[in-house]
T-cell receptor, first 113, second 114 residues
Framework: GDSVTQMEGPVTLSEEAFLTINCTYT??????LFWYVQYPGEGLQLLLK?????DKGSNKGFEATYRKETTSFHLEKGSVQVSDSAVYFCALRLNTGGFKTIFGAGTRLFVKA | GAGVSQSPRYKVTKRGQDVALRCDPISGHVSLYWYRQALGQGPEFLTYFNYEAQQDKSGLPNDRFSAERPEGSISTLTIQRTEQRDSAMYRCASSPQEGVTEAFFGQGTRLTVV
């Protein structure tokens, strides 16, 4: 079935370090891909998205590229800040037969000053 | 409203009681989704509506769970005869049209069954 697998956390980095959170997916057809972020005490917020192969989503210094050949959508940021500490969820949205969004288990990121 | 609103934010109930969780989507949004999120996990799809029609309820875990959206706006998720395993964060999301872009999430209702 359709699923999302992302790297287990927690990930702990120092400020200004490079961040990669791996995400791979299994889906029938051609889903849209998303990264959502959940800051402490808040709800889920969309961070970035890509709707077709080779699209790059970007926002707030974060980027992810839709790689159909490797079924991946890895999240990257060149220089993390303490304020980036949060839980990050990779997700796919099926574009047929229901349009439901399927989420990964989430990766908690801690950034130390 | 400005965003998706869920109420109550927190609910503690005794095992065996029924609970009703409310979601008020962004005004004009056609599609509405319910998810359940266990601690340390990602949200898990329960059901979704387009307008007042329930399009997919494949994620509802059993017949104690039901949802409605009678006028195509506010939705209620009802859990009958609650059990401890029902304890979770229940999240609602809405989107402008079916299949279009992303869904916007509310802050969720934290349900604890004691």
């Amino acid at each position: 079935g359709d699923s999302v697998t992302q790297m287990e956390g927690p990930v702990t980095l120092s400020e200004e370090a490079f961040l990669t959170i791996n995400c791979t997916y299994t889906a029938t057809g051609y889903p849209s891909l998303f990264w959502y972020v959940q800051y402490p005490g808040e709800g889920l917020q969309l961070l970035l998205k890509a709707t077709k192969a080779d699209d790059k989503g970007s926002n707030k210094g974060f980027e992810a590229t839709y790689r159909k050949e490797t079924t991946s959508f890895h999240l990257e940021k060149g220089s993390v800040q303490v304020s980036d500490s949060a839980v990050y969820f990779c997700a796919l949205r099926l574009n047929t037969g229901g349009f439901k969004t399927i989420f990964g288990a989430g990766t908690r990121l801690f950034v130390k000053a | 409203g400005a965003g998706v609103s869920q109420s109550p934010r927190y609910k503690v109930t005794k095992r065996g009681q029924d609970v009703a969780l409310r979601c008020d989507p962004i005004s004009g949004h056609v599609s509405l989704y319910w998810y359940r999120q266990a601690l340390g996990q990602g949200p898990e799809f329960l059901t979704y509506f387009n307008y007042e029609a329930q399009q997919d309820k494949s994620g509802l875990p059993n017949d104690r769970f039901s949802a409605e959206r009678p006028e195509g706006s506010i939705s209620t998720l009802t859990i009958q005869r609650t059990e401890q395993r029902d304890s979770a964060m229940y999240r609602c999301a809405s989107s402008p049209q079916e299949g279009v872009t992303e869904a916007f999430f509310g802050q969720g209702t934290r349900l604890t069954v004691v």
